[in-house]
């Protein structure tokens, strides 16, 4: 039986996340999908999924609050190289460092930070929240299926600028480009929540439970 670890840390769309990933993972079969933060359960995981609802430096105060989770998943994600998948704040855990309410240190697994951001022209509020479509088309092994024009469920108001574009998977438009997904060897982050992006947004849990990067 496969292991998926959904990261529990007291952040993030934690029982929706977990009931479209057990969807998915019911499709595929042999697949066990367990939200949990016993970092002995991560850290021995097939696969790893980090949600996060909120604030850069609140997220990340509560994963580095739970002894020995950080460590797990690094073993887990860079140590055996098994899929991982940040969603949302997930997704901005993952580089150098969050501009939120001041600088705050992140995972570092990708090189670049979290900004505000400037959408620019009539009516573009902050957070982006809603419906928005990907720019594209997406590339990579968790967008199989999904094309440029394929819409996606967001809600934040920073994303992520990393140092070398050549991570980005999709980019989406709000007043200007900003990425909403990025793949990396065996690291994914999307900016949209999968879990509440419909038939599109389960066809990317379905292609990464079968991700075998």
């Known amino acids: 039986m496969r292991t998926v670890a959904l990261v529990d840390y007291g952040s993030g769309n934690l029982p929706s996340a977990e ?12 697949t066990a999908v367990e939200a949990t933060s016993d970092p002995e359960v991560i850290a021995g995981a097939d696969a790893v999924v980090l949600p996060g609802v909120g604030a850069f430096a ?6 580095t609050a739970r002894d020995g989770v950080i460590e797990a998943m690094d073993q887990a994600v860079r140590g ?10 997930g997704l901005q855990l993952m580089v150098e460092r969050g501009m939120e309410f001041g ?3 992140g995972l570092g697994w990708i090189a670049g930070e979290s900004r505000r951001m400037t959408p620019s022209g009539a009516g573009l ?15 990579g092994p968790l967008f199989a299926g999904l094309a440029a024009g394929d819409h996606m469920y967001f809600t934040h108001a920073y994303a992520v600028c990393p140092a070398d574009d050549s991570v980005v998977a999709a980019w989406t438009d ?15 982050g999307v900016q949209f ?6 038939d599109a947004g389960a066809r990317l849990l379905r292609n990464f439970l079968e991700w075998q990067p």
């Not at 609140?58 to 994963?63: D, E, T």
């Not at 899929?83 to 949302?88: K, N, S």
């Open 19 to 30: 009931k479209a990933l057990r969807k998915a993972a019911d499709a595929l079969g042999d």
């Open 58 to 63: 609140a997220c990340m105060a509560a994963l």
């Open 80 to 89: 055996r190289g098994v899929p991982f998948l940040g969603i949302c704040v």
């Open 103 to 105: 600088e705050t240190k």
């Open 125 to 139: 509020k902050l957070p982006h929240m809603g419906w928005n479509s990907l720019e594209g088309p997406p590339r």
């Open 174 to 188: 709000h007043g200007g480009l900003f990425v909403s997904a990025l793949t990396r060897d065996n690291l994914a």
């Open 193 to 198: 929540h999968p879990e509440k992006s419909q």
